[in-house]
């Protein structure tokens, strides 16, 4: 079992930047590949970006390419999005998911290969 917590979630201005943070307790000795998706209500849940448990491989939404960067640190157990330029379609819901993998540079991009989620955090950008 893991548990994921978010944080840096708020208000910002269009053109500013946060920081969202993921940390992971738990079963956190074995290896896990980890993503962020974001939901606006009544749409869809959005892939949003994706790491690899050995942080070499990532990928990202082309919405947010060039503009968002995931990164972790296995050794506390957090995964981060940092979110620069940000635009008022940002503004969502962002959850954290987490899933064991068995290779160490394999992404995860759909929502139903993740098998832990976070409660989520608020991000709203004004225009």
């Known amino acids: 079992q893991v548990m994921l917590v978010e944080s840096g979630g708020g208000l910002v201005q269009a053109g500013g930047s946060l920081r969202l943070s993921c940390a992971a307790s738990?079963?956190?000795?074995?290896?896990?590949?980890m993503g962020w998706f974001r939901q606006v209500p009544g749409k869809e849940r959005e892939f949003v970006a994706a790491?690899?448990?050995?942080?070499?491989?990532?990928y990202y939404a082309d919405s947010v390419k060039g503009r968002f960067t995931i990164s972790r640190s296995n050794a506390k157990n957090t995964v981060y999005l940092q979110m620069n330029t940000l635009k008022p379609e940002d503004t969502a819901a962002y959850y954290c998911?987490?899933?064991?993998?068995?290779?160490?540079?394999?992404?995860?991009?759909?929502?139903?290969?993740?098998?832990?989620w976070g409660q989520g955090t608020q991000v709203t950008v004004s225009s």
């Open positions: 790491i690899s448990w050995s942080g070499a491989s990532t």
């Open positions: 998911a987490a899933s064991y993998v068995t290779e160490v540079a394999h992404v995860l991009i759909k929502d139903y290969e993740y098998s832990y």
């Open positions: 738990g079963r956190t000795y074995e290896n896990y590949a």
